[in-house]
């Protein structure tokens, strides 16, 4: 068995949410409607046409949850800011109910000495940004800088941990091409100009925080799968690069100075239609750490039916090994590795696992949630961690997602991940086995 000295004093230890999975009080407060707040209430987007109006009524009860993070003796708790809940429009007038808000649940935090990990955007885009294009318009890469500009002056005098985008290849691949996440748009006529425009603002935003805040710790976070070839053929090997290039690498290799990854998937090579004169200089950032988000690994194969790419993933069901409730492979050694690849990167300082987890089905009995595979989940892609570590890989910190069952985007409220279970009627709290798991994990000083 490993423990958490073995990580060392300043390994950062921690839990993650996002605010449009947990807030609720979608309508409160002058709150602006975001693309979530539209898709999730059109018929038939969300398994079981299940919304997030009310999630987990975080807004009405941070103080409790922050009470549990305390007791769970975690330190660092990441959430995402609401730019629709500071912005209702999207741009222009700031709604004070929204900011007050967020200094309500940044000081309480820190008042129980749990540190705050803020993601300036974890996927809720205004709805009225939206109206005007969304992430295909080029204008959304200053009226984010503006909304970074605001969060960095109401909130960098105590947060000085940050996240500038949650996962970009999630938002703009689910949302911009497949159509199945918010706002719900397909092709790479949506996803191509969304995806340039997202990393411009990953690292436009990152220079407005630190010339605002320049000793704040800014980094951004990436959806990662370590990709295996279903064969030893040529013709899947070629495939897996493919998907590489698409799913791991097209966000971080720009924002490290190395451009799109266009040598290894051709349909990107329109990514340049969408260019202007300096975008090639704006691209790169120094960011402070790189949050990288694990959960499976991936079988890639060759595929003729498969329109550009010609490549698919064999479904985890199909493999005849565990899974988990989102139909993902439990496979740690896939933590190692993907530590392992960003690491190879010179450029990147340091390494954050930004979220980690799993969603199983849960059972109460007598009152308890005894959810041994989340907590073995966790424990074993922990030690890989801990197994990275040792090796010199540079990996500081550890979150995992998440703290309550929430709503669990296209998915619903079906996939519980939570640490803790939410009763979605009474908005009940019952800390599962894997949540004490963690607490006594962290416990060990
Ligand atoms: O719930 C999501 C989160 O919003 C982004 N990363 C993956 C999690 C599990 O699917």
Redesign the pocket.
């Known amino acids: 068995m490993f423990n958490k000295k073995q990580f060392g004093a300043e390994f950062k230890w921690g839990v993650s949410t996002?605010a449009y999975?947990i807030e609720g009080a979608h309508n409160i407060d002058d709150k602006g409607f975001s693309i979530w707040d539209t898709f999730s209430n059109q018929n038939k987007k969300i398994l079981g046409n299940h919304n997030g109006n009310h999630a987990c009524d975080f807004y009405n009860r941070h103080e409790d949850d922050l009470k549990l993070i305390k007791y769970l003796n975690i330190p660092n708790f990441r959430f995402s800011l609401s730019w629709p809940r500071i912005l209702p429009s999207g741009i222009g007038t700031i709604n004070q109910k929204g900011v007050d808000f967020y200094d309500r649940l940044i000081d309480h935090s820190m008042e129980l000495g749990v540190t705050p990990w803020v993601t300036l955007y974890?996927w809720d885009l205004p709805q009225m940004i939206e109206d005007k294009g969304g992430w295909t318009n080029r204008d959304v890469v200053s009226w984010f800088s503006d909304f970074v500009e605001v969060c960095a002056n109401k909130f960098g005098d105590r947060v000085n941990n940050w996240m500038i985008l949650?996962?970009p290849m999630?938002f703009t691949g689910a949302g911009y091409f497949l159509g199945i996440h918010a706002p719900g748009r397909k092709g790479l006529k949506n996803f191509i100009p969304a995806v340039h425009h997202a990393a411009l603002c990953q690292s436009l935003g990152a220079r407005v925080l630190k010339s605002i805040c320049p000793n704040a710790n800014v980094g951004t976070t990436f959806?990662c799968s370590h990709l295996e070839p279903n064969t030893s053929s040529e013709k899947d090997k070629l495939a897996t690069k493919r998907v590489d290039a698409l799913i791991n690498r097209l966000f971080i290799e720009p924002s490290l100075g190395l451009g799109y990854p266009t040598d290894d998937l051709k349909l990107l090579d329109r990514i340049y239609d969408y260019f202007l004169p300096d975008d090639e200089k704006l691209l790169p950032f120094d960011f402070d750490f790189v949050g990288l988000?694990n959960y499976t690994r991936e079988i890639v194969t060759h595929s003729y039916f498969v329109p550009l790419l010609q490549a698919k993933l064999i479904k985890a069901d199909k493999r005849n090994v565990p899974i988990t409730l989102?139909n993902w492979e439990v496979y740690p050694d896939a933590m190692y590795q993907t530590l392992k690849k960003f690491d190879q990167y010179s450029q990147i300082k340091k390494i954050i696992v930004t979220?980690n987890g799993a969603a199983f089905h849960d059972v109460f009995f007598d009152g308890k949630i005894e959810d041994e595979l989340r907590a073995n989940y966790l424990k074993d892609h922990i030690r890989e961690v801990l197994r990275a570590k040792n090796d010199g890989i540079k990996v500081e910190g550890y979150f995992v997602?998440t703290l309550l069952d929430n709503f669990?985007?296209a998915e619903g409220f079906y996939p519980r991940?939570g640490i803790v279970h939410t009763n979605f009627k009474t908005q009940e709290r019952t800390i599962k086995k894997s949540g004490y798991w963690y607490k006594n994990f962290l416990d060990n000083k």
């Open positions: 996002a999975q974890h949650n996962e999630v959806s988000q989102m979220e997602w669990e985007w991940f």
